[in-house]
């Protein structure tokens, strides 16, 4: 697709605007997205440490209570009846100081076992026992292993229920008091679920100095998720924490957490890093996580984040400048106009200049002002250049006139009856042409020729509509008789007179001395005599031609033809091979031969070759084409009825016509020329299709043309310089052509416009002998 020089620099321009855009919108989203990886990176290791922190924190703490614990007395004391454990208040302060604490127990070596509960963590527990709304804490004591007893206690520690329970449980059995008291150490339990609270938690277990009790405390998981809720930083984020074994423990938001089991696997096969590759519906997340380094150490952590919520902020900043970009795209866009003007105004000054090349307005080519140096040169080089065409257009030109003269001289010059009629009809058809050109009203109105190409063109027609004739042989051009070919052959006709003449003298002189009666022979000698020389001189007549001939006198031919006389020499002897293959196919006479006085024979016949009738129709010509080139037969020619042309040597004078629509067809002429062909072959046509050689009608000839067919016809009619008829004068020759006006052969506006114009008087006052000029009734003409 073609597109112009300044869509191309503003596409050009606009197109780098776009790329250093997008190329810093591409940078400042890669500087953005490596900030927000970092920061991510820094937060998610920030709340991992406060996490890892809070953790390793709520576990010294637990492992000291336990320790000053286990050197109380009391707490190890074994259990009565009915009464409290004398440490109680020390239990419930540990609960209060440790919110992850939900219990705290003593397990005895007999079985006994007292635990002290934080009511708010065991909903179970208050929807079975139903105890009082003031209850805050709850007592449990089994002692040996069978009385379960439960004591509901409010904040300042009295009791406000105590109720009977059943008994299904022995501290000894439990994996947190047989590790412990094997231990001299704080042990820790793998994460389980705790059978009061049904919560998850751990254990941590201490056993008294005296092994007699092993003290333990129960932290729920559910504080740890607490605590990781308050440091998440965004509703889309999730902190979670994780087993080993993939069991989710605590999370920020277990809600909207989907697909744990498929996350857990992509934390399993990761190292700790940061990434981006987990996708969960569509969505695209950071990734945080860290495994456990100690076998002792049972928690995971992992936190994810959405991309988008993330990049959010900078994507909106580069969206913004984006935004920015696209304004300044907008606003650059008028402006980049504004500059190209620069390159295409001057440009533009330039492709002007060329068309006026290309027209060939050569003398209106400027230089265009411009600062840029390159086409302040190109100008110049356009100015020099029409110059130099206008130089050598002017030498061809001169060169094409020169030759086309040439023609038309050689033309003129091939027969002395046609002599000047190339020079003569163009300028008829030039000073008429121009008439019909200034004229502003009536047929003419719209007619005119605006260039200089176009008159040109109609003038090298005119010079041009004969060029056809060079092809037409010269005896056929001049033929004044009707037995002319190279020769006038009407001396041969006469030398058989001759012979026939004195064949009769012979006779009269054999009868003589053979004794007849004198007198009767002279008679008949002179009778003979007096018929020769009366037929030859008809034929002599005949042979000169008219305007028309009688049937009669056709017949009075063919009789003579009749006549025999003898024939006494070879007739083929001295003939060109040329001229012996007219021979073909007939057989020699033997001399002495009788012949007829005139003859049609074969030899007369000259065959038409390579002619092709196909190409003659395709090429629209409609002149009917005689089957023979050339009819030398005697009795044939003498019997032409008009003038001294066979119908064979007409097609030959026409043909001139066919010639030269060929010959100028085959010149690749440029396109303001193109007409030439048209302008030339046109002069022989009429209004009404009976001219040659495409027998056009009035709508298929132009005004020019019409011209040519008057100028032609004119001067051919005013010419004084053909032997074979006397010059017309002025009047006669204008009577002629107000006739063929009326035929249909010239056409009426342009007839009209030459009277009124006077264009032939002006021709005449040149041309014509001072006895041509006449005067002339324009009035009874038109």
């Known amino acids: 697709m073609k597109t112009t020089l300044r869509f191309n620099i503003v ?12 190329l810093l919108l591409g940078l400042q989203y890669y500087s953005s997205h490596k900030i927000a990886l970092q920061a991510i990176d820094k937060t998610f290791k920030q709340i991992s440490n406060n996490t890892t922190k809070f953790i390793t924190r709520s576990e010294n703490s637990i492992n000291k209570t336990l320790s000053l614990l286990a050197l109380n007395n009391e707490i190890s004391g074994k259990l009565h009846k009915n009464k409290t454990n004398p440490a109680l208040d020390d239990l419930i302060e540990v609960l209060k100081n440790h919110k992850v604490v939900i219990s705290i127990y003593l397990g005895f070596e007999n079985g006994d076992f007292y635990e002290v509960f934080r009511l708010s963590k065991y909903p179970q527990m208050l929807a079975q026992h139903n105890p009082p709304k003031e209850s805050e804490w709850a007592v449990l004591k089994i002692e040996n292993s069978q009385e379960a007893t439960l004591k509901f206690l409010n904040s300042k520690l009295d009791v ?12 000894t059995n439990r994996q947190w008091y047989q590790k412990a008291i094997l231990s001299d150490k704080t042990i820790r339990t793998d994460i389980y679920q705790f059978a009061s609270s049904h919560t998850n938690g751990i254990t ?24 990781i809720q308050e440091q998440s930083f965004d509703k889309e984020s999730h902190i979670v924490l994780y087993s080993n074994s993939g069991e989710l423990l605590a999370s920020s938001n277990k809600e909207k957490l989907y697909q744990w089991d498929k996350l857990f696997q992509f934390f399993k096969n990761k190292k700790h890093s940061i990434t981006h590759s987990y996708l969960h519906k569509k969505r695209e997340y950071f990734i945080y996580h860290t495994f456990s380094k100690r076998s002792d150490n049972r928690l995971n952590f992992g936190i994810l984040m959405p991309k988008d919520t993330l990049m959010k902020p900078y994507i909106q900043s580069i969206t913004k400048a984006l935004y920015v970009a696209v304004i300044l795209i907008l606003l650059s866009i008028p402006l980049a106009f504004l500059l190209s003007s620069v390159i295409v105004r001057p440009i533009r000054s330039l492709m002007l200049e060329n068309e006026k090349i290309t027209k060939r307005d050569f003398d209106k080519v400027t230089h265009i002002q411009t600062n840029i140096i390159e086409l302040d040169k190109l100008s110049n080089s356009f100015v020099s250049m029409s110059k130099s065409i ?60 605006n260039t200089q190409d176009e008159w040109r063109e109609f003038h090298i027609g005119a010079w041009l509509h004969d060029c056809g004739k060079v092809t037409t042989p010269e005896y056929v051009v001049d033929k004044s008789t009707k037995l002319e070919t ?106 002495p031969a009788t012949e007829k006085l005139l003859a049609d024979k074969q030899e007369h016949l000259i065959k038409r070759v390579n002619f092709n009738h196909e190409a003659y129709k395709a090429d629209g010509f409609k002149e009917e084409v005689p089957e023979y080139l050339y009819n030398y037969g005697e009795i044939y020619n003498l019997c032409i009825e008009k003038g001294t042309l066979s119908a064979e040597e007409r097609f030959k004078i026409n043909e001139h016509v066919i010639m030269t629509i060929k010959m100028l067809e085959q010149i690749p002429f440029p396109a303001h020329l193109t007409k030439i062909p048209q302008y030339a072959g046109t002069h022989h046509e009429t209004l009404i299709g009976t001219g040659y050689p495409r027998r056009l009608s009035k709508k298929d000839l132009s005004i020019p043309e019409r011209i040519m067919v008057l100028a032609d016809i004119f001067e051919a009619l005013t010419a004084s310089d053909r032997p074979y008829k006397k010059a017309k004068t002025l009047s006669e020759s204008l009577t002629i052509m107000a006739t ?19 264009v032939y008087m002006e021709y005449a006052q040149a041309h014509l002998k001072p006895e041509q000029i006449d005067e002339v009734d324009v009035k009874t003409l038109l």
């Open 486 to 591: 190279i020769n006038n052959r009407i001396h041969e006709i006469r030398t058989r007179f001759e012979v026939l003449y004195r064949d009769a003298q012979i006779v009269y002189l054999e009868e003589q001395l053979n004794n007849q009666n004198k007198d009767k022979s002279l008679e008949k000698l002179h009778a003979t005599q007096n018929q020769l020389i009366d037929d030859f001189e008809f034929l002599a007549t005949v042979n000169i031609g008219g305007e028309y001939m009688s049937s009669e006198k056709q017949e009075r031919i063919r009789s003579i033809a009749d006549k025999e006389w003898i024939r006494n020499f070879n007739d083929r002897l001295g003939l060109a091979d040329v001229e012996l293959l007219r021979y073909e196919g007939t057989i020699a006479q033997e001399t």
């Open 11 to 22: 596409a050009n321009f606009i197109l780098l605007i776009l790329l250093v855009t997008t």
């Open 204 to 227: 941590f277990a201490k056993r008294t100095p005296d092994k007699k009790a092993v003290i333990a405390i129960d932290v729920s998981l559910s504080n740890l998720e607490e605590f």
């Open 160 to 171: 406000l229920l105590n109720k009977n329970v059943k008994n299904q449980f022995n501290p």
């Open 740 to 758: 063929m006006v009326h035929q249909n052969h010239i056409d009426r506006d342009v007839f009209e416009l030459f009277l009124s114009s006077k």
């Open 390 to 449: 206008q130089e050598y257009q002017k030498a061809q030109e001169e060169l094409l006139d020169a030759i086309i003269k040439l023609i038309a001289e050689a033309i003129d010059s091939k027969s002395a009856y046609t002599g000047g009629h190339c020079r003569r009809v163009p300028e008829i058809a030039q000073m008429l042409t121009e008439v019909a050109h200034n004229k502003n009203d009536g047929p003419f109105k719209e007619f005119s020729l």
